[in-house]
C-alpha cells in the first residue's frame, strides 16, 4: 500500500471521528430550510403627489401591488397591509397615506355578510386626529374603501371603531345616515342567526341561547314552528317567533286571516290585561300590530310581554317578547335591537334562483384560454389575467353546474356559457 493511501485513509477516519466527537458534545444537526409559502398579489389604494399634484382631489387614490400569503381571508391580510402604509420605495414615487407604521396594527376585526365588509378599528382618533377633517376624511375613506372594493363580493363598507360605528362617522363628521346603516352595531357584535325554514331570520346576542323550528304545542293551530332566544343565565328575557301555515278550522274556519287571529288574540289578552295597548309599527319594511300587556302569574309575580303580528302569503307570525322585572331596566333595549334584527327572507325554488358566478370577459380565442378562479370557483377569467382574488363566501348560486353554464371562450370573451 502506498504511502498516498495510507495517507488519505487516516484523513477519512481522522474526520470521521471528529464529526462523531462534535456532533455528541454540541448536537450539530443540519437546520432545515422551512418550506416556502405560496403567495397571491393584491392592491392597496393610497394617495400620490405626483399623479395628484397638491391632492386636488383628496379622494383620488392609486393603487400599489403587494405580494401576501395565500390565504382564504383576503379581505383581512389586504387590510393588514393597507395599514402598513407606503414602503420607503413608494413614497419616493410621491405615494402617501394616513397609514403607516403606527397604524399597522390597528385592524380588530373585517367580515363580509351580503356583499357589506363590515371593518372594526381600534381608536384611531389620537393616532391620526386629522382625518376628521373633510379632506382627510374623504383620502381616509377612499383608500379603505376602493382596497375593499377591489373584490367582487364586496360593494359596501361600514367602518366602526371598538365596535361602535357612531364612533368612527361623527369622528369624521359624516354622522350617521342610510349609507352606514344609520350606524347599526349589531354587525359588529358577536350576534348568531337563527334562520327559519318559514321565511325569515333573527339575530341574538352572545349571551342568549337559540333554536330553530321546533314544533309548537299549542293545540288550536296546526303545524307551528318556533324560532328564538332567552338569557342563558336566568331566562328573564326571551324573544320567540312563531309560525303557522294551517288552522283547525272547527274553530277557525275556512277563510282564515291575520285580522280574525288579531281578534281572537285581543280576546284573550283583554282577559289578562284589560289595559293593555295596541300600536301599529313598522319591521323590515313592512307595517305590523303590536300589543303590550302585563301578565300575572302569581300573587306576586308578573312579567311583561309584547307580541308583534304580521302575515305573509299564507304565513301567519306572532313575534312573542317576555322580559320579568328583574330583567327590565337591562334587557329592554336590547330585546327592541333584536326585534328590529327580524327579517324576512324569500324562499324561491332553485330553479328560479339566478346564477351570481362572476366573469371578467378577459380576451380569449379558444375555451382553452378560459378557466374558473375565485375562492369558491365563481369566476371565469382568461388564464392570461392575473388569478382573481375574492372573498370567501360560499353561495349556492355560485354553482355553475347546476345552472349547466360553463366557463367558456364566447364572442372571444371569457365568461359563464351554456
Not at 399634484?53 to 387590510?79: I, W
Amino acid at each position: 500500500m502506498s504511502k498516498k493511501i495510507i495517507t488519505i485513509t487516516i484523513a477519512i477516519i481522522i474526520v470521521a471521528v471528529l464529526g462523531c466527537w462534535l456532533y455528541q458534545h454540541f448536537n450539530l444537526t443540519p437546520v432545515p430550510t422551512p418550506p416556502s409559502q405560496e403567495t397571491m398579489t393584491v392592491k392597496v389604494y393610497f394617495g400620490n403627489t405626483s399623479l395628484n399634484p397638491n391632492m386636488q382631489d383628496c379622494s383620488k387614490v392609486h393603487p400599489v401591488e403587494r405580494a401576501v400569503p395565500k390565504t382564504l381571508d383576503a379581505a383581512k391580510v389586504t387590510l393588514e397591509e393597507l395599514f402598513k402604509g407606503p414602503s420607503e420605495e413608494e413614497k419616493a414615487q410621491g405615494y402617501v397615506s394616513w397609514f403607516s407604521e403606527k397604524t399597522k396594527d390597528i385592524l380588530k376585526s373585517v367580515k363580509i355578510e351580503n356583499s357589506t365588509a363590515y371593518v372594526d378599528l381600534k381608536d384611531i382618533r389620537q393616532i391620526i386626529p386629522n382625518v376628521s377633517t373633510s379632506c382627510g376624511s374623504a383620502e381616509f375613506l377612499a383608500e379603505l374603501e376602493t382596497t375593499l372594493k377591489q373584490f367582487p363580493t364586496i360593494n359596501k363598507v361600514i367602518i366602526a371603531i371598538d365596535g361602535k360605528p357612531s364612533t368612527f362617522y361623527e369622528w369624521i363628521q359624516i354622522g350617521c345616515a342610510k349609507e352606514n346603516n344609520f350606524c347599526d352595531e349589531t354587525p359588529f357584535e358577536d350576534w348568531q342567526t337563527y334562520q327559519s325554514s318559514r321565511g325569515f331570520s333573527i339575530k341574538c346576542p352572545a349571551n342568549f341561547s337559540g333554536y330553530s323550528d321546533v314544533p309548537d304545542s299549542t293545540t288550536a293551530y296546526l303545524d307551528g314552528l318556533k324560532t328564538g332566544c332567552f338569557l342563558k343565565d336566568n331566562g328573564l328575557a326571551s324573544i320567540e317567533v312563531v309560525s303557522w301555515s294551517k288552522f283547525t278550522e272547527e274553530i277557525w274556519g275556512k277563510n282564515f286571516t291575520l285580522d280574525g287571529f288579531l281578534k281572537n288574540e285581543r280576546e284573550i289578552i283583554k282577559n289578562i290585561d284589560p289595559e293593555f295597548k295596541e300600536e301599529e309599527i313598522s319591521l323590515d319594511n313592512n307595517p305590523v300590530t303590536k300589543i303590550t300587556y302585563i301578565e300575572k302569574l302569581g300573587s306576586n309575580e308578573i312579567r311583561k310581554v309584547i307580541n308583534v303580528y304580521s302575515q305573509k302569503g299564507k304565513l301567519i307570525y306572532k313575534i312573542h317578547i317576555v322580559i320579568f322585572p328583574q330583567a327590565e331596566a337591562q334587557y329592554t333595549s336590547i330585546m327592541d335591537r333584536i326585534l328590529s334584527t327580524f327579517k324576512f327572507i324569500e324562499l324561491a325554488d332553485d330553479s328560479q334562483e339566478e346564477f351570481c358566478g362572476l366573469s371578467t370577459y378577459g380576451n380569449c380565442s379558444a375555451n382553452l384560454d378560459c378557466v374558473v378562479g375565485g375562492c369558491s370557483a365563481q369566476v371565469c377569467q382568461s388564464k392570461n389575467e392575473e388569478p382573481a382574488v375574492t372573498t370567501c363566501e360560499y353561495k349556492d348560486c355560485y354553482n355553475a353546474e347546476k345552472y349547466e353554464l360553463k366557463c367558456k371562450c364566447a364572442a372571444q370573451k371569457c365568461q359563464w356559457s351554456k
